[in-house]
């Protein structure tokens, strides 16, 4: 079976949620939130490519213009009533060049992009006939790994889960030959009101796991798609939170309505281990 993170940790959220988007690969609405972190990561990654040549970051406008067409193209789909308060497209807009802005004057000056080292992409073989997929965003010349986030409040290293950082790390040593100096999340925090301001986090770095760990890596990812494939086997695939609490799954409402119709049957939590 060839998996990626994203699945993993799709069916580590909800299975049920698994359910619609790998097995039913039932549509999802578009979602403003979706548009945003699309476009800005857009933006990023054209930076960091052409940064690669050029030895510096493009301008602020251009960065916008890159931003903007990609917002409003992630938006066409959304529906006129779902754009209002912290979704409206001039917030989001305003917020995405806040963003950009801030990362150019902040934290772009510092990283210069390896070569090959913008959006890898990495298919390796994993124990019992596996296949492990995906990219990571950006390898520096100092050799730390990062990855794009946006988020709607800070995040706590000590609290972050790191598994797909060290994912990467794992990918990063198999694909240049040596691993990362050290793991990085960049996050971009939305706040939206409630939960604090619009900010750009300090950079929340990590260690690079040590030798000991990185060998456990592939084996516990093996071991997690091995799950995945029992749990396709049986069609099992429970819901693990209350449906009114989901408010972020793209999936809520059809699966609000399902789980009316089922007598409103009890979560069930699904715990993965822990990659290291």
């Not at 989001?92 to 090959?116: I, N, V």
């Not at 694909?175 to 939206?192: E, I, Q, T």
């Not at 071991?223 to 494939?229: E, H, K, N, T, Y």
Request: glycine share 6%.
């Amino acid at each position: 079976m060839k998996a990626s993170h994203s699945r993993i940790g799709c069916y580590g959220f909800c299975p049920k949620k698994y359910d619609y988007r790998y097995i039913q690969e039932k549509p999802a609405p578009p979602r403003a939130e979706l548009a945003f972190g699309v476009a800005l990561h857009a933006a990023l990654e054209e930076n960091f490519r052409q940064k690669i040549n050029t030895r510096r970051d493009l301008t602020a406008r251009e960065l916008a213009v890159i931003f903007q067409e990609r917002l409003d193209a992630g938006l066409a789909g959304v529906p006129e009533e779902k754009l209002r308060g912290p979704s409206d497209r001039h917030y989001l807009r305003s917020m995405g060049e806040h963003f950009l802005e801030r990362f150019l004057s902040e934290r772009a000056p510092g990283l210069q992009p390896a070569p090959r080292g913008v959006e890898c992409r990495f298919l390796f073989p994993l124990p019992g006939g596996h296949e492990i997929t995906g990219q990571f965003d950006l390898l520096d010349t100092a050799w730390v790994l990062h990855d794009f986030k946006t988020s709607s409040k800070l995040y706590d290293p000590r609290r972050a889960d790191r598994s797909q950082l060290v994912l990467y790390a794992w990918a990063c040593e198999r694909m240049f030959g040596r691993p990362p100096s050290a793991l990085c999340f960049d996050v971009f925090v939305k706040g939206d009101g409630a939960d604090g301001a619009v900010t750009l986090q300090p950079p929340v770095l990590f260690p690079t796991p040590a030798p000991s760990e990185m060998d456990q890596v592939a084996r516990r990812l093996a071991a997690q798609v091995d799950r995945l494939i029992d749990a396709e086997s049986r069609d099992a695939f429970p819901r693990s939170f209350v449906p009114l609490r989901c408010h972020w799954c793209e999936y809520q409402e059809p699966c609000q309505r399902e789980w009316e119709s089922e007598g409103r049957p009890e979560p069930v939590r699904v715990n993965l281990e822990r990659l290291v």
